[in-house]
């Protein structure tokens, strides 16, 4: 069976790839990544050599191509991570979002129906997607399977569209797909645009933590692997036509979390204690920043028997452990353009 895996170069796919290559060694997986400044092949030093990993270069925009690309292999299965992932980056440039997070789905969409429409027995299109489609919550409440979309960021709005046409692709066509939507990941490959490993790479360069407004948004954290051994489950045995929502169980006040990353960055790096908490600068807000994502999982637990097995304190002691082995890898992803994005955001 041949599955084509999008996005697999970048932060959650790398791990989606190397877990399907490495527990599925009947299947073909075929890696689509256009290599864009998120996507790094780096993160499949391990893999590449496999007889069932493919890597091709390329898209998801190009609809010529990606015709030609499903023409050729008849993928049965498809599993689509690849995406503009960062809710900073939206802000300024929110038409790259509508064009890879929508179009390019609707590209994959449209070449998986035309393969398959005549008979969808034993196909599936499994659909990534975020919390940031419900918006935000207030101080209580978690979001479930059906909590309405308000998304609030040009980023959330691109991922709700895309989610709204798979659906409607199984509405109106009958696609069989499955779409999960997940809280924030945490790990190692994680590009140091994000909180976490763009604090782990300033504590190591002793340079100011810009914390956004006053750093009491909360979010949900969930450590990558379990992430892709979520998706495992629910590529396998999910149902058709069906949303799961994936979540940490795990909440953290970004200051909080700040904290907790200065104190173990402190210990593994051997400074004095309270060293890295002086790097905290507090900065201007986020524009429609969500104050909350919480996630309510009981459906995937009770149904696909999936709950976290990775606590945060040794998730994150394990993060800061991989970025402390790998200064090559961050050496690499912020050279160069990282430099002219780091300065535009940050102005420093
Ligand atoms: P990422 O930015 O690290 O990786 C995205 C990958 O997609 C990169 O390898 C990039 O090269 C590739 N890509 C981008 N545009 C492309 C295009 N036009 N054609 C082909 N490839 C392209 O993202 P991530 O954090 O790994 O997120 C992966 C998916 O999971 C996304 O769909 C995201 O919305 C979703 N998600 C992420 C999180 C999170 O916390 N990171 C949480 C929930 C859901
Ligand atoms: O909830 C799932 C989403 O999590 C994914 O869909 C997105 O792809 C992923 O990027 C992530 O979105 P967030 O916006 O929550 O993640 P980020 O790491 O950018 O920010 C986490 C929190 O930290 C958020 O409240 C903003 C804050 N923050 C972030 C950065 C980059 C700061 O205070 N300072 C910063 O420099």
């Not at 864009?36 to 390329?58: C, M, P, Q, S, W």
């Not at 692997?225 to 940490?248: Q, S």
């Not at 907790?260 to 002086?278: I, Y």
């Amino acid at each position: 069976m041949k599955i084509l895996i999008t996005g697999g170069a970048g932060f959650i796919g790398s791990h989606v790839v190397r877990r399907f290559v490495f527990n599925y060694p009947d299947y073909q997986i075929y890696n689509l990544d256009a290599l864009t400044y998120a996507g790094n092949l780096e993160n499949l030093r391990d893999v590449e050599g496999e007889a069932n990993y493919n890597f091709i270069k390329g898209n998801i925009n190009h609809a010529d191509f990606i015709k030609e690309l499903f023409g050729i292999h008849r993928f049965a299965g498809v599993i689509h991570l690849a995406a503009e992932s960062h809710v900073d980056r939206s802000i300024n440039e929110p038409l790259e979002f509508a064009r890879t997070n929508i179009l390019g789905t609707m590209n994959l969409l449209n070449e998986f129906k035309r393969l398959w429409s005549s008979n969808w027995e034993g196909k599936k299109f499994y659909h990534i997607s975020t919390d940031e489609v419900y918006g935000s919550l207030g101080s209580t409440g978690f979001f479930t399977e059906e909590s309405p979309y308000e998304p609030n960021s040009p980023y959330s709005a691109s991922k709700a569209a895309s989610d709204h046409f798979v659906r409607a692709y199984g509405e109106t066509y009958g696609l069989p797909y499955v779409i999960s939507n997940c809280s924030n990941n945490y790990g190692p490959n994680h590009f140091p645009e994000k909180l976490i490993p763009l604090f782990i790479n300033n504590i190591i360069n002793n340079k100011p933590l810009p914390v956004y407004g006053d750093g009491n948004y909360t979010r949900d954290w969930l450590y990558v692997e379990d992430h892709a051994r979520a998706i495992d489950f629910v590529f396998h045995k999910g149902g058709c036509m069906e949303t799961y929502n994936i979540g940490g169980f795990n909440e953290w006040k970004n200051i909080d979390l700040v904290m907790e990353l200065c104190s173990q960055m402190d210990n593994k790096l051997g400074r004095a204690k309270g060293s890295s908490e002086k790097l905290i600068t507090f900065v201007k807000d986020r524009p429609g920043h969500d104050l909350r994502y919480a996630i309510d999982a009981t459906k995937i637990n009770e149904e696909l028997g999936w709950s976290p097995s990775v606590t945060f304190e040794e998730g994150l002691s394990k993060t800061i452990d991989w970025y402390l082995e790998n200064t090559d890898w961050l050496a690499h992803v912020t050279s160069g353009e990282y430099t002219k994005y780091y300065k535009k955001q940050y102005h420093s």
